[in-house]
C-alpha cells in the first residue's frame, strides 16, 4: 500500500529523507503560520569578537552581500550598520557591528558601538545572535555574557541565540552540532546554559536559505514565548 511519501513502506527511499521531508514541512508550515500572526519587525544584532564570521553570518541571512566581509588580521567591520530585508514574510532588521569585547577597547569607542547599536534597533523586539566559531573559543570569549549584559542590560542573555559560524569545519570533520556541544569545554558549556541551550550553526562559506530558515524559527518561538 502507499504511504504518504508516494512509494511502499521504506523501499526505494531512505528513511532520512522522509525525516528531512518531515522537517522541512514543518518549517514551511511553521512559517505559514507565522506569516499570518507575526507581523512585528525583528531585530537581528549581530555580536562577537572580530573575525567570527558576523558579517558573513549578516549576509547569509540577508541572503545578499551587503556587509563588507574578508579574511583580515585586522577588525573589519568598524562601525553599526543595518540592512532590512522579509524573511519568509518576517520583516527583520540585521545590525552587524564591530567587535564591542575587546578588552583594549577605547571606553569612549565603545560607548559610541553600543549607543548607535541600540538606536539602529529603534523598536522592541531585538534579539542578539552572538557569533562565535565552531572550531575554536578564546579566552576573550570566556566572561563575554557578562560583557553583553554591560552592554545591554542583564535581561539580555533571555534574548540571545548563539550562532556559531564555520558549520563547513564540523561538517568536514564529520561531527554534529549536538556533538560538538556535548563535548565542548567547560567555559563554553556554560555561555551556552546561560542562553537556555540556544544554538544554530551556519556554514556561511555554503549561504543556503535553509540554515536562515532554522535560524527564524529559533527567532520566532524565543519571541513569541517571551511575549507570552
Ligand atoms: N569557511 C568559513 N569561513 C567563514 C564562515 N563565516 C565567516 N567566514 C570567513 O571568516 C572571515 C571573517 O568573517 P567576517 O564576517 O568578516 O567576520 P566579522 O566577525 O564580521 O569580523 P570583524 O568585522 O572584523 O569584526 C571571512 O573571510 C569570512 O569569509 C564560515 O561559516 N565558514
Ligand atoms: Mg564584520
Same mark, same amino acid.
Given at each position: 500500500?502507499?504511504?504518504?511519501?508516494?512509494?511502499?513502506?521504506?523501499?526505494?527511499?531512505?528513511?532520512?529523507?522522509?525525516?528531512?521531508?518531515?522537517?522541512?514541512?514543518?518549517?514551511?508550515?511553521?512559517?505559514?503560520?507565522?506569516?499570518?500572526?507575526?507581523?512585528?519587525?525583528?531585530?537581528?544584532?549581530?555580536?562577537?569578537?572580530?573575525?567570527?564570521?558576523?558579517?558573513?553570518?549578516?549576509?547569509?541571512?540577508?541572503?545578499?552581500?551587503?556587509?563588507?566581509? &574578508?579574511?583580515?588580521?585586522?577588525?573589519?567591520?568598524?562601525?553599526?550598520?543595518?540592512?532590512?530585508?522579509?524573511?519568509?514574510?518576517?520583516?527583520?532588521?540585521?545590525?552587524?557591528?564591530?567587535?564591542?569585547?575587546?578588552?583594549?577597547?577605547?571606553?569612549?569607542?565603545?560607548?559610541?558601538h553600543v549607543k548607535k547599536c541600540k538606536q539602529l534597533c529603534e523598536s522592541e523586539p531585538c534579539v542578539y545572535l552572538l557569533v562565535m566559531q565552531a572550531s575554536r573559543?578564546?579566552?576573550?570569549?570566556?566572561?563575554?555574557?557578562?560583557?553583553?549584559?554591560?552592554?545591554?542590560?542583564?535581561k539580555v542573555r533571555k534574548q540571545t541565540i548563539i550562532l556559531f559560524t564555520r558549520g563547513d569545519d564540523l561538517h568536514c570533520a564529520n561531527i554534529k552540532l549536538e556533538?560538538?556541544?556535548?563535548?565542548?569545554?567547560?567555559?563554553?558549556?556554560?555561555?551556552?546554559? &546561560?542562553?537556555?541551550?540556544?544554538?544554530?550553526?551556519?556554514?556561511?562559506?555554503?549561504?543556503?536559505?535553509?540554515?536562515?530558515?532554522?535560524?527564524?524559527?529559533?527567532?520566532?518561538?524565543?519571541?513569541?514565548?517571551?511575549?507570552?
Amino acid at each position: 500500500m502507499n504511504n504518504h511519501f508516494g512509494n511502499s513502506g521504506n523501499e526505494g527511499k531512505p528513511i532520512w529523507k522522509e525525516y528531512l521531508f518531515l522537517f522541512h514541512c514543518h518549517l514551511f508550515l511553521f512559517f505559514i503560520d507565522t506569516e499570518n500572526h507575526f507581523d512585528t519587525k525583528v531585530n537581528l544584532v549581530l555580536l562577537g569578537m572580530t573575525g567570527t564570521g558576523k558579517s558573513a553570518s549578516g549576509n547569509t541571512i540577508l541572503g545578499k552581500k551587503f556587509f563588507k566581509c &574578508k579574511p583580515s588580521t585586522k577588525p573589519v567591520t568598524t562601525e553599526c550598520q543595518r540592512a532590512e530585508s522579509k524573511i519568509n514574510g518576517i520583516h527583520v532588521r540585521v545590525i552587524d557591528n564591530p567587535d564591542i569585547f575587546d578588552d583594549d577597547i577605547n571606553p569612549r569607542v565603545w560607548d559610541t558601538h553600543v549607543k548607535k547599536c541600540k538606536q539602529l534597533c529603534e523598536s522592541e523586539p531585538c534579539v542578539y545572535l552572538l557569533v562565535m566559531q565552531a572550531s575554536r573559543f578564546t579566552d576573550g570569549e570566556r566572561n563575554i555574557i557578562e560583557k553583553l549584559e554591560k552592554a545591554f542590560a542583564s535581561k539580555v542573555r533571555k534574548q540571545t541565540i548563539i550562532l556559531f559560524t564555520r558549520g563547513d569545519d564540523l561538517h568536514c570533520a564529520n561531527i554534529k552540532l549536538e556533538d560538538f556541544l556535548h563535548s565542548c569545554q567547560p567555559g563554553l558549556k556554560e555561555i551556552i546554559q &546561560k542562553c537556555d541551550n540556544r544554538c544554530v550553526v551556519f556554514e556561511n562559506s555554503r549561504p543556503t536559505s535553509h540554515q536562515v530558515a532554522i535560524l527564524m524559527e529559533k527567532v520566532i518561538r524565543m519571541i513569541q514565548e517571551q511575549q507570552q
